[in-house]
């Protein structure tokens, strides 16, 4: 009798008081990932972040930046980085597009403060675009060097560039600034198109493997 009574106030307990760590802000889940793969002793880490939203919903980089991480936050709308600069002001906060050359291009939109603004005129519905501008794309490496974290080595390298994430990590010197994990966006749908990806085989070029694949967002691992 007794037994089964404590039976069945730990099943209670399993039911309704069970801890439950809530504290992940990615929107797919990509910081849980991250969680489990990058060491906990690793409080001082560098992120690099191109296309940042904001400093907290949907953010890949948000668990990290409250451990203690800095980095770099890169978005081509200045009302983004605005904020950013506001709630991230240890950080070097970066108004512009990233691209393998430096070019004048348009930005398409389909909300004031969304998730989808892009460089590609194709990755949008025409009906759906409430505005346009042009502006001027900067590599990766010219940022980096322009900041206060030129010297040092990726931690985290995260890209949601809407339709560029190639040509953004096609400018960045991996032999410098060598990420230690990948995160990159990708609209593929199955596993058979992203291995034969231009993105995917670029990456796995550099010595990285594939360790996670949270819905639109590739998780990769350097080698060495």
Not at 81 to 108: H, Q
Not at 154 to 169: P, R, T
Request: a positive charge; hydrophobic letters at 35%.
């Amino acid at each position: 009798m007794i037994k089964s009574i404590l039976n069945k106030i730990s099943l209670i307990r399993q039911l309704y008081f069970k801890s439950i760590n809530k504290d992940y802000y990615s929107q797919f889940g990509e910081d849980k990932v991250l969680n489990e793969l990058i060491s906990s002793d690793l409080i001082d880490g560098f992120y690099l972040d191109v296309g940042c939203f904001h400093h907290k919903k949907h953010s890949n980089t948000y668990l990290l930046h409250k451990k203690g991480w800095t980095g770099i936050n890169i978005d081509m709308e200045e009302d983004k980085i605005n904020l950013f600069n506001i709630a991230r002001p240890k950080d070097y906060n970066y108004y512009g597009a990233i691209s393998d050359k430096i070019e004048n291009v348009k930005i398409f939109r389909n909300q004031k403060y969304g998730v989808s603004s892009t460089l590609d005129p194709y990755l949008l519905e025409k009906k759906d675009i409430i505005d346009e501008k042009f502006i001027t794309t900067n590599t990766l490496n010219n940022v980096i060097e322009s900041s206060p974290f030129r010297e040092r080595k990726i931690d985290l390298l995260n890209v949601d560039a809407e339709g560029y994430d190639y040509k953004v990590i096609k400018s960045l010197n991996f032999e410098k600034y060598s990420p230690k994990f990948i995160i990159i966006e990708t609209h593929l749908k199955s596993i058979e198109e992203i291995i034969k990806s231009e993105t995917y085989n670029f990456i796995l070029d550099k010595k990285y493997s594939l360790r996670s694949w949270c819905l639109f967002s590739l998780i990769f691992k350097r080698n060495y």
